[in-house]
């Protein structure tokens, strides 16, 4: 199939106008001005761009990951990939460890079948001082026995765990999963700058949510924020929905790393669905005009957010390039979970894209060379 359009992003490059060839279920080429024949789809004034890659997801459509059944897994896939996200990890809240065990088992599955890109553990190993919408009740030191116990459920599939360095066990928790081969992330923290700058020397290389659920910036104290934003081996998680974070805090975290910042939703059930009253994981939530708050303390529970309104929320409001938000929406979350051939409009890569309007509106999304959604 070859497709053209007034404006593709790879996002390496940005072909203006540009056209896009594409074999079964990978991109076969690629390039800039008019097609090398007729094409089989015209987009016309479209942006064409990489299917979205979401690192940190918690649910949509109603649906949640801790719902533990596949049904709700497919609920929550379908909900984001018709807003554009084509490539997902099902994160999971701190619960107790027999729960995380099944829930991991059955995403083990789900991610064996492609539907899944992977498992992130998001807790029980988090600072109560920063718990967020974790149920303080069930936070815990890293114990390596069940640090090992939740890796073996996933027999490989686990790629992301968040947790607070400054624990007990901390640093041999991160030293533990970097030797498995997952990536350790920072978040839900009180850690001083100087304990989290060892954690990232030690192997971590991830801020989960920069700045939301952990110790603040001080000009005395500089903390997590700042060490993660100077380490040349660091990512950040930004949350891009006007709520977790202020315009101004979006672009300083853009131009201090541009090439390592990442979008994600941290999305609950909600998301992709009505206001009313859900669930994440064991704590109650109600959810008014879009944002998601916990029903007894009022903290922020996850977000409501797309991938697709994140992304027009970074270009539109934040007023950030429209080549790099694409870029921390698809090519560096790839690149941080080490997943191979997605986040990229390459030859060889998977025919995942979205299409999107002048205001970035997703019109189109194909998964795999097939159309998901088409306008």
């Known amino acids: 199939m070859l497709l053209s359009a ?18 079964g279920d990978r991109v076969a080429d690629g390039g800039p001005g008019a097609p090398p024949r007729v094409p089989d789809l ?63 088992r059955l995403l083990a599955e789900a991610t064996g079948d492609g539907l899944l890109a992977g498992v992130h553990l998001e807790g029980p190993w988090l600072s109560p001082r920063h718990a967020g919408a974790h149920d303080a009740a069930l936070l815990r030191a890293p114990d390596p026995a069940d640090v090992d116990r939740l890796l073996r459920a996933g027999e490989g599939t686990v790629r992301m765990v968040t947790l607070a360095p400054e624990l007990d066990g901390g640093p041999e928790a991160i030293r533990r999963l970097v030797g498995a081969g997952v990536v350790a992330a920072i978040g839900h923290t009180d850690a ?27 000009h005395r104290e500089p903390g997590p924020v700042t060490a993660l934003l100077e380490h040349p081996d660091a990512f950040v998680e930004l949350i891009a929905d006007g709520v977790h974070l202020h315009p101004a805090v979006l672009r300083l975290a853009a131009e201090a790393k541009p090439h390592q910042v990442l979008l994600v939703t941290d999305a609950m059930a909600a998301a992709a669905a009505e206001d009313g009253d859900y669930r994440l994981g064991p704590m109650a939530v109600t959810v008014r005009d879009g944002v998601a708050r916990l029903r007894d303390s009022g903290a922020i529970a996850g977000s409501t957010l797309t991938m697709a309104a994140a992304v027009r929320h970074a270009v539109l409001v934040a007023g950030l390039p429209l080549a790099e938000v694409v870029r921390a929406a698809t090519t560096t979350p790839a ?15 998977a025919a995942d894209l979205v299409v999107l309007d002048a205001q970035l509106r997703v019109t189109g999304v194909m998964r795999g060379g097939r159309w998901a959604r088409r306008d």
């Open 6 to 23: 007034a404006r593709i992003v790879t996002p390496a490059r940005v072909f203006a106008p540009g056209w896009l060839l594409l074999d």
């Open 42 to 104: 015209d987009l016309g004034e479209a942006t064409l761009a990489p299917g979205y890659v979401d690192a940190h997801v918690h649910g949509g459509g109603g649906a949640a990951f801790t719902d533990g059944t596949e049904a709700s897994a497919r609920t929550v896939v379908a909900a984001h990939l018709a807003h554009g996200t084509t490539t997902m990890m099902a994160s999971l809240v701190t619960d107790g460890v027999d729960a995380l065990e099944r829930s991991v």
């Open 192 to 218: 001083t700058y100087d304990v989290a700058r060892a954690a990232l020397d030690a192997g971590a290389g991830v801020g989960t949510h920069l700045f939301n659920a952990m110790r603040g910036l001080h």
């Open 335 to 349: 690149a941080m979970l080490g997943l191979a051939r997605v986040g990229a409009l390459r030859p060889g890569y």
